[in-house]
Protein backbone atom coordinates (compact mmCIF):
# COMPACT_ATOMS: atom_id res chain seq x y z
CA UNK A 1 0.00 0.00 0.00
CA UNK A 2 1.63 3.27 -1.07
CA UNK A 3 -0.27 6.61 0.41
CA UNK A 4 1.17 9.85 -0.84
CA UNK A 5 -0.02 13.14 0.60
CA UNK A 6 0.31 16.59 -1.19
CA UNK A 7 -0.58 20.28 -0.93
CA UNK A 8 0.61 21.28 2.14
CA UNK A 9 2.65 24.76 2.42
CA UNK A 10 2.79 28.45 4.27
CA UNK A 11 -0.70 29.81 4.45
CA UNK A 12 -2.07 32.72 6.52
CA UNK A 13 -4.52 32.66 9.00
CA UNK A 14 -7.98 32.64 7.33
CA UNK A 15 -6.76 31.38 4.10
CA UNK A 16 -7.36 27.96 2.34
CA UNK A 17 -5.46 24.98 1.45
CA UNK A 18 -6.42 21.61 -0.44
CA UNK A 19 -4.65 18.80 0.21
CA UNK A 20 -4.50 15.47 -1.80
CA UNK A 21 -3.56 11.73 -1.11
CA UNK A 22 -2.77 9.75 -3.91
CA UNK A 23 -3.33 5.51 -3.00
CA UNK A 24 -1.72 2.49 -4.59
CA UNK A 25 -1.80 -0.70 -4.03
CA UNK A 26 -5.49 -1.37 -2.43
CA UNK A 27 -9.17 -1.69 -4.18
CA UNK A 28 -9.59 1.86 -3.23
CA UNK A 29 -13.20 2.45 -3.64
CA UNK A 30 -13.75 -0.52 -1.05
CA UNK A 31 -12.33 1.16 1.60
CA UNK A 32 -13.28 4.10 4.18
CA UNK A 33 -10.90 6.82 4.16
CA UNK A 34 -9.44 9.34 6.92
CA UNK A 35 -7.17 12.39 6.64
CA UNK A 36 -5.26 12.55 10.25
CA UNK A 37 -3.01 15.48 11.70
CA UNK A 38 -0.04 15.38 14.04
CA UNK A 39 0.37 18.92 15.48
CA UNK A 40 3.72 19.63 17.25
CA UNK A 41 4.20 17.96 20.63
CA UNK A 42 0.57 16.03 20.25
CA UNK A 43 -0.74 12.65 19.02
CA UNK A 44 -1.79 12.02 15.72
CA UNK A 45 -5.54 12.53 15.31
CA UNK A 46 -8.19 12.07 12.90
CA UNK A 47 -9.61 15.34 11.37
CA UNK A 48 -11.67 14.00 8.92
CA UNK A 49 -13.36 10.87 7.51
CA UNK A 50 -15.42 9.30 4.82
CA UNK A 51 -17.00 6.03 4.28
CA UNK A 52 -16.85 4.11 1.23
CA UNK A 53 -20.33 5.18 -0.08
CA UNK A 54 -19.02 9.03 0.92
CA UNK A 55 -20.74 9.51 4.32
CA UNK A 56 -18.40 12.17 5.69
CA UNK A 57 -17.41 13.43 9.38
CA UNK A 58 -15.29 15.57 10.91
CA UNK A 59 -13.66 16.40 14.34
CA UNK A 60 -15.48 19.34 16.35
CA UNK A 61 -12.07 21.25 15.84
CA UNK A 62 -12.38 21.33 12.05
CA UNK A 63 -16.23 21.23 11.22
CA UNK A 64 -17.55 23.75 9.13
CA UNK A 65 -14.11 24.30 7.67
CA UNK A 66 -12.89 21.42 6.80
CA UNK A 67 -14.43 19.23 3.56
CA UNK A 68 -13.33 15.95 2.99
CA UNK A 69 -14.19 14.13 -0.65
CA UNK A 70 -12.70 11.19 -2.54
CA UNK A 71 -12.73 10.56 -6.32
CA UNK A 72 -12.57 6.13 -6.78
CA UNK A 73 -11.66 6.98 -10.72
CA UNK A 74 -8.44 8.70 -9.57
CA UNK A 75 -7.76 6.40 -6.07
CA UNK A 76 -7.35 9.68 -4.32
CA UNK A 77 -8.63 11.27 -0.99
CA UNK A 78 -9.36 15.16 -0.98
CA UNK A 79 -8.75 17.80 1.83
CA UNK A 80 -10.80 20.92 1.42
CA UNK A 81 -9.39 23.66 4.49
CA UNK A 82 -10.78 26.97 4.49
CA UNK A 83 -10.73 29.28 7.39
CA UNK A 84 -7.25 28.41 8.48
CA UNK A 85 -6.09 28.33 12.05
CA UNK A 86 -2.56 28.53 13.61
CA UNK A 87 -3.92 25.14 15.55
CA UNK A 88 -4.71 23.70 12.44
CA UNK A 89 -0.23 23.46 11.89
CA UNK A 90 0.65 19.86 11.48
CA UNK A 91 1.99 17.05 8.79
CA UNK A 92 -1.58 15.99 7.76
CA UNK A 93 -1.76 11.84 6.62
CA UNK A 94 -3.85 10.17 4.95
CA UNK A 95 -4.68 6.00 5.72
CA UNK A 96 -7.62 3.83 5.81
CA UNK A 97 -9.83 4.53 8.19
CA UNK A 98 -10.73 1.39 10.00
CA UNK A 99 -13.12 2.98 12.92
CA UNK A 100 -14.12 6.36 13.68
CA UNK A 101 -11.99 5.99 16.90
CA UNK A 102 -9.25 7.40 14.75
CA UNK A 103 -8.12 3.27 14.24
CA UNK A 104 -6.41 2.61 10.59
CA UNK A 105 -5.76 0.09 8.30
CA UNK A 106 -2.45 0.56 6.91
CA UNK A 107 1.20 2.27 7.44
CA UNK A 108 1.40 5.75 7.33
CA UNK A 109 3.11 6.99 4.10
CA UNK A 110 4.11 10.02 3.44
CA UNK A 111 2.63 13.49 5.66
CA UNK A 112 2.24 17.06 3.79
CA UNK A 113 3.00 20.30 6.03
CA UNK A 114 0.60 22.78 6.48
CA UNK A 115 1.77 25.59 8.63
CA UNK A 116 -0.70 28.63 9.80
CA UNK A 117 0.80 31.64 10.46
CA UNK A 118 1.23 35.14 9.46
Known amino acids: VQLQASGGGLVQPGGSLTLSCATSGIIFNIYDMGWYRQAPGKQRELVAGITSSGNTKAADSVKGRFTISRDNDKNTVYLQMASLKPEDTGVYYC?????????????WGQGTLVTVSS
Open 95 to 107: NGMRDWDGTTRWR
